[in-house]
């Protein structure tokens, strides 16, 4: 070997290892367990000041903070980190380009280095309004980078595969016209294209060609097993919230993710029985060499489908392995009468992300926020059954749980698993046998999900809130600060760097000490803007919507 196929070889492997450590999806895997293998990441951090008169963060009064990006007014997605590039969805409410004003749903791709914008996607509002598409709620969906392609579903109930690199390096793709996409339905001409502008390569209209009826959002994070995209429809019930205007369309189905072409279906007829919409992400994992899909319906059940798609008569179907009500007997029916939904002591919809780990799956149960708190459950299921498993394949529950739409962390390394709910507790348990350790309480709402890594686990609440804590058998919280805005997001972890969205700001922190080129100081100093009461509040009157949890 030379001196020179050497050094190549070296280069490689190097790449590699800095892709490995890219968070590419929701839940960085497909199983999707919030867990990064991450060393030497900071145990707190300061969020800084803003400049005066501004909304924009001085990084001289910040503290571990690599860098700091301006978003919107509201982001519910959560942030994806591949091929040096940061992807997060917002809304428009801080424009990036000039030529398209007023509400839209925005994909924002961030060099990660910098946090500078390489391109954006931008989509108009549903002409149908807010029972499709809830005004200014922007993209909550996760995006899934594979290669120098991007996956999505936007807010207009596609999925839509876009170019790594935007319109950058030309118009790639079967895909042509992105101009008018970019204006569809807003009665304005089109644009000219520009270097920032995203390249679609390809949408997929689940309104269009499956007849589904999002319950005012779509928000599903695409996954990806061999050749398909899978993602959920978001399928649901209309403003009425009595009827489901399509009850025969499916709930998850596959795509072919070179064409965006149809590749299957679920069989789980999960239609006729949504309590009000649907906005789980799927998972997946092997189980006896064979490829699950894990759906949380809207009909609290939790499935595992078969993620190669069997030819039917007149389609392809993803069919089921195994199902488990995830609602016990007694959230259905008190002294012999139904107990109806929404109420607090009753049945729920699946809202969180199902986690495959070690042969498990792993699950809450919740509603929307809009919904208020109410009895939960979390529950470990075994993955290696079949058919109905709702009384054989039940491992352990924990119904100390309340309402939650928030995605479990399972730490490898001491076997704790933590999980947040809706009314704002932290809960720390044994993965392997469901004992509960310790709970937190973070005095307000929680729409994200729990992260773990290098022994600390990271959240943010509605209030603001960041808090890292231990990730031990005891409790112990290590630092608290506040980011000035609602946390509806989860933080996530790529190439030592921790970033974390509240609904104005995405922040990159780090150990500072620990790296070689800390940021430069710039700006001047200005005073914060006040901190909320740490004490909880009744929860406030907002639109119906579910975070991409």
């Not at 400049?51 to 903070?65: E, M």
């Amino acid at each position: 070997m030379t001196r020179s196929s050497l050094c190549l070889g070296f280069l490689i492997a190097a790449s590699l290892v800095a892709r490995a450590d890219d968070w590419p999806q929701w839940g960085g895997t497909a199983g999707r367990n919030m867990y990064s293998a991450a060393t030497g990441l900071p145990d707190r951090f300061e969020p800084g000041k803003y400049r005066a008169g501004t909304d924009d963060v001085d990084l001289a009064t910040t503290k571990n903070v690599k860098w700091v990006a301006k978003l919107g007014t509201q982001s519910y997605g959560n942030a994806t980190v591949a091929q040096g590039r940061v992807f997060i969805g917002t809304n428009n409410d801080y424009p990036r380009d000039p030529r398209h004003q007023g509400d839209r749903s925005i994909l924002l791709c961030l060099d990660e280095a910098t946090g500078d914008l390489l391109w954006q996607l931008v989509v108009s509002k549903l002409r149908s309004g807010k029972v499709n598409d809830w005004e200014n709620l922007g993209i909550l969906s996760s995006p899934k980078i594979e290669g120098k392609f991007v996956y999505l579903v936007t807010s207009r109930c596609e999925v839509i595969c876009l170019d790594v690199h935007g319109l950058a390096d030309g118009n790639d793709g079967p895909f042509q016209d992105e101009a008018a996409y970019m204006v569809k339905d807003t009665g304005r001409p089109p644009v000219p294209l520009g270097p920032k502008d995203a390249d679609i390569i390809w949408v997929y209209d689940m309104m269009d060609q499956l007849g589904v009826f999002p319950h005012n959002a779509s928000n599903s994070s695409p996954l990806i097993v061999g050749d398909l995209v899978y993602v959920c429809t978001s399928n649901g019930q209309d403003w009425t919230h009595v009827n489901i205007p399509s009850p025969l369309s499916p709930s998850y189905i596959g795509l072919n993710k070179r064409t965006g072409e149809f590749a299957g279906e679920d069989d789980a007829a999960i239609g006729p029985r949504i309590f009000h919409g649907q906005w789980s992400s799927p998972s997946a994992g092997q189980v006896n060499g064979q490829w699950q899909i894990y759906c949380g319906g809207g009909d609290g059940v939790l499935y595992a489908l078969n993620a190669t798609p069997t030819k039917a008569e007149d389609t392809s179907l993803l069919e089921k392995v195994w199902w488990f009500d995830c609602n016990p007997p007694e959230y259905k029916v008190r002294d012999g009468k139904p107990i109806r939904y929404p109420a607090a002591e009753g049945p729920s919809e699946i809202n969180s992300t199902p986690v495959f780990y070690r042969n498990r799956v792993y699950v809450a149960i919740g509603q929307d926020p809009e919904h208020g708190e109410g009895v939960g459950r979390l529950v470990c299921v075994d993955a290696t059954r079949s058919g109905d498993i709702t009384q054989s394949g039940l491992l352990w529950e924990f119904r100390g749980i309340h309402r939650s739409i928030s995605t479990v962390s399972i730490d490898p390394a001491t076997g704790l698993l933590f999980a947040g709910d809706f009314s704002g507790f932290v809960h720390c348990l044994e993965a392997e046998t469901g004992k509960h350790l310790w709970t937190h309480d973070m005095k307000a709402h929680l729409w994200g999900s729990t992260l773990v890594a290098d022994g600390k686990v990271y959240l943010g609440d509605e209030d603001g809130d960041f808090v890292v804590l231990a990730a031990s058998r005891e409790k112990k919280l290590l630092s608290e600060t506040n980011l000035n805005a609602p946390v509806y997001s989860t933080p996530v972890v790529a190439n030592g760097i921790v970033y974390v969205a509240s609904n104005s700001h995405l922040y990159a922190f780090y150990d500072a000490a620990r790296a070689s080129t800390p940021p430069p100081p710039s700006g001047h100093q200005s005073d914060l803007k006040p901190v909320k009461d740490r004490a909880r509040s009744p929860l406030r009157a907002e639109p119906d919507r579910t975070s991409s949890q």
